[in-house]
């Protein structure tokens, strides 16, 4: 399995907004659900929002909900995650992956880089 790609992060102030991006292989994407999580410093990776493969069906954390929007773009073996209204609470490196129902999955699970969304004053 190829390493998703994710970029987009940067450092926002409180109640701004970013848009990360996940490039993932055509075999990866086409199929399976694609989802976002995140890891803080000092904590555990945790599911944020994911979405199905044909109708678009999504599934946020309570977190987020009403604050960020995934999309996917199948032409483009592309996913998305526009935050908004971002809270400090919201800092760490955001990382996309295939998913079943919140778990990532792969055989093996394979997790790329991420890409760091920091938000402060």
């Known amino acids: 399995q190829v390493q998703p790609i994710e970029s987009g992060g940067g450092l926002v102030q409180p109640g701004g907004s970013l848009r990360l991006s996940c490039a993932a292989s055509?075999?990866?994407?086409?199929?399976?659900?694609m989802g976002w999580f995140r890891q803080a410093p000092g904590k555990e990776r945790e599911f944020v929002a994911a979405?199905?493969?044909?109708?678009?069906?999504?599934d946020y954390a309570d977190s987020v909900k009403g604050r960020f929007a995934i999309s996917r773009d199948n032409a483009k073996n592309m996913v998305y995650l526009q935050m908004n209204s971002l809270k400090v609470e919201d800092t760490a490196v955001y990382y996309c992956?295939?998913?079943?129902?919140?778990?990532?999955?792969?055989?093996?699970?394979?997790w790329g880089q991420g890409t760091q969304v920091s938000v402060s004053s």
């Open positions: 055509g075999r990866t994407f086409s199929s399976n659900a």
């Open positions: 992956n295939t998913v079943l129902g919140r778990r990532a999955v792969g055989d093996p699970v394979s």
């Open positions: 979405i199905s493969p044909v109708r678009g069906l999504t």
